[in-house]
């Protein structure tokens, strides 16, 4: 499976975007999706799953209420849809996929390139 995420950019504190992950593979609806990102100097941090169906979810603390994780089987597509942003959320965010449900970053086996989302205050 090969990942493409897209849809970061420069957004004010308290707006929106949305993130899309595009994989190639006839595969892609038997994995669990998940989103990760990185802020400059710390360490990757999980962000939200989604199992193989779209039936469960999950977030980390500081997203939740705000993030909400999707999937469309049809189009190989996982999004991450983001609303009040806060500048806090400034990172590289990344698309990866699990055999399983999965929050560590250890449990996915493949990961996208990364996409630059930077809240300004």
């Known amino acids: 499976v090969q990942l493409q995420a897209s849809g970061g950019g420069l957004v004010q504190a308290g707006g929106s975007l949305r993130l899309s992950c595009a994989a190639s593979?006839?595969?892609?609806?038997?994995?669990?999706m998940g989103w990760f990102r990185q802020a400059p100097g710390k360490e990757r941090e999980f962000v939200a799953a989604i199992s193989w169906s779209g039936g469960a979810t999950y977030y980390a603390d500081p997203v939740k209420g705000r993030f909400t994780i999707s999937r469309d089987n049809a189009k190989n597509t996982v999004y991450l849809q983001m609303n009040s942003l806060k500048p806090e959320d400034t990172a590289v965010y990344y698309c990866?996929?699990?055999?399983?449900?999965?929050?560590?970053?250890?449990?996915?086996?493949?990961w996208g390139q990364g996409t630059l989302v930077t809240v300004s205050s």
């Open positions: 990866a996929g699990s055999g399983g449900f999965a929050t560590k970053a250890r449990s996915y086996d493949y």
């Open positions: 593979g006839r595969t892609f609806s038997t994995y669990g």
